[in-house]
């Protein structure tokens, strides 16, 4: 299987607090996405790391992406009570494999 | 930003009925998706379709299921006798191309078997 798995499956913190997210894989992959999503709706892309990049960031995002161990991190700054989601990787050959996902709580 | 929009939000149906989900992709996209995700549970993998045939398929997606691209802008799935465990939301997205691009979501259509 080429899934992603995410650890850890649930992860609580406060406002202003950083939250990292982590993802493994087993094989090559064209990019590695990961998606947020708040509860009962639909997927919200927030950012696409090639497999030749190693680290990417986007406002409050920073990803990296290790092909030799097959990881990924999502690393969220200065959290925020908005930020309570979930948060799946998905690492993309033809398609996207999505992995179990990380269930952020972000308390103010 | 332009959206995938998926058609009903919701929808409840009884057991052994069909049901189409309808979905717009995104309108210079040439790849579309069905995902589906029972409801505490991972996003699935359906179908792939590109150049008006399905690339690829998982396991999950039997007989009782088709897609269809009618015109030039809906993409459909097609459940032609719901069962219980077909109860998810269903996810269609779409891409511009396979390898590099950004697979864009819709917002998912919630479909309830009883």
């Known amino acids: 299987s080429q899934q992603g798995e995410e650890d850890p499956q649930a992860l609580s913190i406060q406002e202003g607090e950083n939250a990292t997210m982590n993802c493994s894989y087993k094989?090559?992959?064209?990019?590695l996405q990961w998606y947020r999503q708040n509860s009962g709706r639909g997927l919200v892309h927030l950012i696409l790391?090639?497999?030749?990049?190693r680290e990417k960031h986007s406002g409050r995002l920073r990803v990296t992406l290790d092909t030799s161990k097959k990881s990924s991190s999502l690393l969220i700054t200065a959290s925020r009570a908005a930020d309570t989601a979930s948060y799946f990787c998905?690492?993309?050959?033809?398609?996207?494999?999505f992995g179990t996902g990380t269930r952020l709580q972000v308390f103010p | 930003e332009p959206e995938v929009t998926q058609t009903p939000s919701h929808q409840v149906t009884q057991m052994g009925q069909e049901v189409i989900l309808r979905c717009v992709p995104i309108?210079?996209?040439?790849?579309f998706y069905w995902y589906r995700q029972i409801l505490g549970q991972k996003v699935e993998f359906l179908v792939s379709?590109?150049?008006?045939?399905?690339?690829?398929k998982s396991e999950i997606f039997d007989d009782q299921f088709s897609v269809e691209r009618p015109d030039g802008s809906n993409f459909t799935l097609k459940i032609r006798s719901t069962k219980l465990e077909d109860s998810a939301m269903y996810f269609c997205?779409?891409?511009?191309?396979?390898?590099?691009?950004?697979?864009?979501f819709g917002e998912g259509s919630w479909l309830t078997v009883v």
């Open positions: 997205a779409s891409s511009a191309d396979l390898s590099g691009n950004t697979i864009y």
């Open positions: 094989t090559s992959i064209n990019n």
């Open positions: 790391i090639r497999s030749n990049e």
């Open positions: 998905a690492v993309s050959t033809d398609k996207l494999i």
């Open positions: 309108s210079n996209h040439l790849y």
């Open positions: 379709f590109y150049n008006n045939e399905i690339s690829e």
